[in-house]
């Protein structure tokens, strides 16, 4: 039998886990997040049925659940057939409910996302949105609805979640508006209705006289040998930490010093330039992974990348503190101190951060914009990181005028 501990500290993981409560009853737990599930068997075949996600249906709400379906089975009835039949019924008058426009809209739109995105959007409005708007028809809510709907993730001490959910509403609301079935977005009427979410910045170093160290650190990790050649990557290339981790050999251009692959965040192409340093650090994991797809594989699998998480540990195992550098630190070190120190173009960083600049006409420039001072850019980035390293070339950032 599971406890409300168990659940609360059950940890996510790359291999998903069922923690077995009873009489089929367990909570599957992935990198997703955690899930109410019951398999059963009906008519001679094996179903699951979902009872809800964890923690915003409680150990106890999902025994009573699960305690209703075990009867509807004791009576003959199938408990998946007799939630859809509800279901139907629910909004068989209402084809226009939030609920059923928002889960249209998502359907979408998840085909552009990664799974790990779409499946926290639904989520957030399974959990904070549906159980109050999901029967409202669209053209009918109002901002003061959905006001007091937002309210109520405040009052947890949810702010940034209320924030998140609000825009996702919008996005809902804009898709009713495009597809007919509402006359305009009411959220619009809300602005500055929330109170304001004081930013949280990823930590980084930023100051040149503490890298070193740090860098130091890394190359002193005496972990497996496919993460230290991730830890010493990371700060030469400073992408995003789940492009790090899912990068692919087939993607590296070794001889031509490049890596060519499709941003998670905007699927867009983007072109990486590799310095000799992040050459020689691939060139000595290539024997090891070579021959799988992924360059930084799961310790349990070369059929998959390593885990969120890897990185991140390691830093932590490395002797780095959570509120020295994180895995996304990377890219602000990077940007400040190629600006402030090395006298770097600005655009020539936002194109490496693979952020979107544009040209005097507005239009988005391409992957390959000023490949070539780019080439220069990382080049000269891995040298100065190498002096640092000795203790050499310190400069204090400037000071903001």
């Given at each position: 039998m599971l406890s409300d501990t168990a659940c609360r500290n059950a940890k996510t993981q790359e291999k998903p886990v069922k923690l077995a409560d009873s009489g089929g009853l367990y909570l599957l737990v992935n990198q997703a997040g955690k899930?109410?599930?019951?398999?059963?068997r009906h008519a001679g075949k094996r179903k699951t049925l979902a009872l809800g996600v964890y923690p915003a249906v409680t150990l106890a709400q999902v025994r009573k659940k699960h305690g209703e379906a075990r009867q509807?089975?004791?009576?003959?009835?199938?408990?998946?057939?007799?939630?859809?039949?509800?279901?139907?019924?629910?909004?068989?008058?209402?084809?226009?409910a939030f609920e059923l426009v928002a889960r249209e809209w998502h359907e979408k739109q998840s085909q552009t996302w990664v799974?790990?995105?779409?499946?926290?959007?639904?989520?957030?409005?399974?959990?904070?949105?549906?159980?109050?708007?999901?029967?409202?028809?669209?053209?009918?809510?109002?901002?003061?609805?959905?006001?007091?709907?937002?309210r109520r993730i405040e009052s947890r001490g949810a702010g940034e979640t209320a924030h998140r959910a609000l825009q996702n509403c919008s996005q809902v609301l804009r898709y009713a508006v495009a597809t007919g079935r509402a006359e305009r977005d009411v959220s619009a009427d809300l602005r500055g209705a929330l109170a304001p979410v004081r930013g949280k910045?990823?930590?980084?170093?930023?100051?040149?006289?503490q890298l070193g160290p740090l860098l130091r650190a890394l190359d002193d990790y005496e972990g497996s040998f496919v993460v230290r050649c991730a830890l010493r990557l990371a700060p030469l290339v400073f992408v995003r930490p789940g492009e790090l981790r899912s990068a692919r050999w087939a993607d590296m251009d070794l001889q031509g010093g490049e890596w060519r692959y499709l941003v998670t965040k905007t699927q867009t192409q983007h072109v990486v330039p590799l310095s000799s340093q992040a050459v020689?650090?691939?060139?000595?994991?290539?024997p090891l992974t070579g021959r799988g797809e992924f360059v930084f594989p799961s310790a349990r699998t070369s059929k998959r990348p390593m885990s969120d998480n890897a990185v991140l540990s390691a830093l932590r195992r490395a002797g780095i503190e959570k509120d020295e550098m994180s895995g996304h630190g990377f890219r602000a070190t990077a940007r400040t101190i190629?600006?402030?120190?090395?006298?770097?173009?600005?655009?020539?960083?936002?194109?490496q951060l693979a952020h979107?600049?544009?040209?005097?006409?507005?239009?988005?420039?391409?992957?390959?914009?000023h490949l070539?001072?780019?080439?220069?850019m990382m080049q000269q980035w891995a040298d100065y990181l190498d002096k640092l390293k000795t203790g050499a070339d310190v400069v204090k950032l400037r000071a903001n005028s």
């Open positions: 899930y109410w599930r019951w398999d059963y509807l089975l004791a009576d003959g009835i199938d408990p998946g057939a007799a939630r859809k039949a509800q279901k139907a019924a629910l909004f068989a008058d209402n084809e226009n799974p790990s995105h779409s499946v926290r959007i639904l989520r957030r409005l399974e959990a904070d949105v549906f159980p109050w708007l999901g029967k409202t028809p669209v053209d009918s809510i109002t901002a003061p609805d959905l006001l007091q709907c937002l910045h990823l930590a980084a170093v930023t100051e040149p006289a020689q650090i691939l060139q000595e994991l290539q190629l600006d402030e120190v090395l006298g770097v173009r600005p655009d020539l960083i936002e194109h979107a600049v544009r040209d005097p006409n507005g239009r988005a420039y391409n992957r390959t914009a070539p001072a780019r080439h220069g």
